[in-house]
Structures are given as C-alpha cells and as structure tokens.
C-alpha cells in the first residue's frame, strides 16, 4: 500500500516537471492567496499585541479625561468634526480640588515637547527626547515603573524639587552603561537630578518610549511657557466595581468644570482603558476578516486555474490512462494518482503563501519595533484550506480520468 502510495507521488512529481510552467504559475496563484491571509493576520496579530501591551500596563480600573475621545464623533455626511476645547491648567486644578471620590489616585500630566536636546557634562542627546510635566501619581495611573531609584513623591511635587525620572535609554546613550542616580542633567538650562529610571516599553509606531524625562508639573510648566498647552487626566480606582461610579462623578465634575448645561453634550473626551482594549480588538477583526475575504477570493481563483491544469493534464494524458488501465491499473490507481498531483501542487502553494506571508508579518514587524508573534493558526489554517482546495479541484479532472474507455485511450494520438 504504502509502494503504491510512493509510486503515485514519483509520477505525480514527474507529471509536474512536464508542464513546469503551468504549475509555477498555478502555484503562485494560490501562494499569493495564502500569503494575503498569513501576512495580513500576523501583522494585525502583532500590532494588536503591541497595542494591547501598552494600554493593558494601565489596568483595567483606569480611566482618562482629554479632549477628545479615542475615536472622535463626527456629525452627519458632510458635518464637521466637533471641536472641543483644549484642557487647561486651570480645569486639572479645578478637577482635583473639587473631585473626592474615595479610593480613587488622580493623575495629571502635559507634553512640554517631544524635541528636547539634554546635557550631561559634555554630553548632550540629540534634539528627539520627550519632557512630560507629572505628578507624583502619572507613574501608578499609567503603569510605567521605575527600574532603578525611587519614583516621585508628594514632596517632590509640591515643593517643585529639580529632580527628574529617565527613560532607560539615558542608560545606555548618556551614561555610558554608568547608573544615572543622582547624576545631574540639564533641560533648556535647568538642572535635574535624576532619583529613578523607567523600566524599558520599547517603542510604539516609531515613537521611542524609553526616551523621555518625566519631571514636576510645575517645574515643567516653568520650562515650556507656550500657549495652549493640553493637558491630560487619569483617574485610577482602587476598586474595580467602584469604576463606574467613579466615572460618573469625574464626568458630573468635569461638565461643572465647563460650565455645561443638563442640554449640552460633553465637550470633553472620557475614556476607559478597556474600552481602548476592545476598540483595538473590534478594529483587529475588521482586518482579519478583510483578510480572510482577499485570501478566499484568491484561492478560488487559483482553485478553478489548479482544474484547469489538471483537466489539461488528463486530456494531454489520455492514452498513457489506457496503457496504464491495459496493464492492470484500476480506476481507483487512476483517480488517486491525479488526486496526488492537485494536492502536491496546492501544498507547494501553501508553503510559499506561508513564507512569504511570515515574512510580512516579520518584516511589518521590524519596522515598526513590534513583537512578532508566528501565527500558528493562520498557518494550519493555510494548510488545510489548500488541501480541501486541492480536493475539490482536482475530484472532476481525477473522476473524468478514471471513467475513461482503455480502448478508445489507446487509440488517442
């Protein structure tokens, strides 16, 4: 059983070196339908891991005031996109005076700007790190921690210390491996004493989030005097069942804050961290179903090209079909035979649509500095996609080769 099974792939591979040109062609056919569903599902699976890893570090009992929502309301066809005031210092202030929800840390925090140049000594950076004014709550709220030293406190903040928290890039690019604690660094001219270094997130669409220098809020407000500066809010719950009411009095306070009426909608943005979460997974399936359409589309193309070729061979074939079926083959050898070839021809298929689709995903991946994940599921289900192809390709062209007449097969020229 298994000499015959062997037989039938040598002639199915040798039948395949005949008509060399065809089969590549069928073959690239159906690899670039399994390339659209490798590549685009690994891709998305890596930026949802990457999205996910960073809005997940926050924790599911937060939540954030800015000024617009994640994804921003718009009206009707035609409408424009609403325009919400910026937050200023004077809200965030108003806001922590006013909100006393128990168990509940409150965050605020600015981007003074994303291109500061920072000195030590001799050394200086190049004009690409982030300065972002905190309080001594930023670091909680949004997950970060500190790798070395000590994170800010109450004193630090109020008493509007120059002490500085670091990426952990400085580490490695100012220091020179040395540890940073209480080496001094200076911003625009004002020096900083660094007291921590931030654990390493790595990098997100390009944006390096280890290179950056978290100082007081009011020492970087000091700093960076530009108007319009925005401002953010974090609000974190110590109690996760607490999270809705918390969330209801922060948007009651905000709405007092602006001076909103009972009628007016919010012209404020107010967004949980699982929501984030589940907007980032809505939008992950969008994409793979967007993958799974392109990829069958194209596979049935390559499905019907793969019996074409094959109802080809049978014709081209017909009288090596009645030598065989003269020398004792039965029609079972003959439509096994053809079955061999198509599901031959679709794996050749699968497997470059597979290397190539990996290598996507890899290569998206690398340029954007994201974790690659090697998509086992979109592989085996390449695999086995291809092979049911392949079956039902190549049942008509083995079924028409197995009902053929020896005799009149024979007489084929």
């Known amino acids: 059983m298994f000499s015959l099974f062997r037989e039938n792939v040598r002639i199915a591979l040798d039948s395949i070196r005949t008509q060399l040109l065809r089969t590549i062609l069928t073959i690239i056919i159906m690899g670039i339908g399994i390339w659209a569903l490798v590549g685009i599902l690994s891709a998305v699976k890596a930026l949802e891991n990457n999205i996910a890893g960073n809005f997940a570090s926050m924790g599911a009992n937060t939540f954030s005031i800015q000024q617009y929502e994640f994804s921003m309301n718009r009206g009707g066809r035609g409408g424009r996109t609403k325009q919400n005031p910026i937050i200023k210092y004077d809200n965030i202030r108003e806001f922590k005076d006013l909100y006393e929800f128990p168990y509940t840390s409150t965050s605020v925090s600015f981007l003074g700007t994303r291109t500061a140049e920072v000195r030590y000594e001799s050394e200086k950076t190049d004009p690409e790190v982030q300065v972002y004014g905190v309080n001594e709550n930023y670091l909680d709220n949004t997950g970060v921690k500190v790798d070395l030293g000590r994170n800010f406190n109450v004193f630090d903040i109020e008493n509007n210390n120059n002490v500085c928290l670091v990426g952990s890039d400085f580490q490695n690019n100012l220091f020179e491996n040395e540890s940073p604690i209480d080496k001094v660094i200076s911003i625009r001219g004002v020096k900083f004493k660094i007291i921590g270094v931030l654990e390493s997130k790595g990098s997100t669409f390009g944006n390096n989030q280890d290179l950056k220098v978290l100082i007081p809020i009011q020492n970087a407000r000091g700093i960076y005097t530009q108007p319009n500066i925005n401002y953010s809010i974090s609000i974190k719950v110590d109690n996760k069942e607490m999270m809705q009411a918390a969330q209801d009095q922060a948007t009651v306070t905000f709405r007092n804050i602006r001076g909103l009426s009972p009628v007016e909608k919010n012209n404020f943005g107010i967004t949980r961290s699982d929501d984030l979460l589940n907007q980032v997974s809505q939008i992950g399936g969008y994409l793979s179903a967007a993958a799974w359409i392109i990829s069958i589309i194209t596979i049935l193309g390559s ?22 079926k003269a020398l004792g083959a039965k029609n079972g050898t003959i439509s096994t035979q053809f079955f061999i070839e198509t599901i031959v021809i679709g794996q050749f298929g699968s497997i470059l649509g597979i290397i190539l689709g990996v290598a996507t995903g890899y290569a998206f991946a690398r340029i954007f500095d994201f974790e690659f994940t090697l998509p086992i599921t979109a592989m085996i289900s390449a695999t086995i996609i291809t092979f049911v192809v392949a079956v039902i390709a190549g049942s008509y062209p083995a079924s028409k080769a197995a009902k053929l007449d020896p005799i009149e097969s024979l007489r084929h020229e």
């Open 303 to 324: 499905s019907i090209a793969l019996m074409n070729i094959m109802l080809v061979s049978v014709t081209e074939r017909t009288r090596e079909i009645g030598v065989r």
